[in-house]
Nanobody, 122 residues
Framework: VQLQASGGGLVQAGGSLRLSCAAS????????MGWFRQAPGKEREFVAA????????TYADSVKGRFTISRDNAKNTMYLQMNSLKPEDTAVYYC????????????????WGQGTQVTVSS
């Protein structure tokens, strides 16, 4: 299984970015997906999760109302739309795949993707 994250970059505060996570080697539609991030000197933290159908989503309080997680099972791809970005959102963002919703939220995932860097300047 490979999870390929992309879409990171440098953006000014208040700007937007859209991250993508493409899965190969495993049908994405059967599994829970999520995004995590790790800022320099900090532990990796949960950002957002989405159920296999897309009907259930969960967000960290720090991103609620600004980020939107979504998925296109036909394309085997998950997305994270990030709006109103803040300097504190600067981190390496990782996508993850798991078999249980609450386990994934607690970082108990089956597969991690490689990270994509998001840098928000003030």
């Amino acid at each position: 299984v490979q999870l390929q994250a992309s879409g990171g970059g440098l953006v000014q505060a208040g700007g937007s970015l859209r991250l993508s996570c493409a899965a190969s080697g495993r049908t994405l539609s059967n599994y829970v997906m999520g995004w995590f991030r790790q800022a320099p000197g900090k532990e990796r933290e949960f950002v957002a999760a989405i159920s296999w159908s897309g009907g259930r989503t969960t967000y960290a309080d720090s991103v609620k109302g600004r980020f939107t997680i979504s998925r296109d099972n036909a394309k085997n791809t998950m997305y994270l739309q990030m709006n109103s970005l803040k300097p504190e959102d600067t981190a390496v963002y990782y996508c993850a795949q798991g078999d249980a919703y609450l386990r994934l939220i607690n970082s108990l995932v089956d597969y991690w993707g490689q990270g994509t860097q998001v840098t928000v300047s003030s």
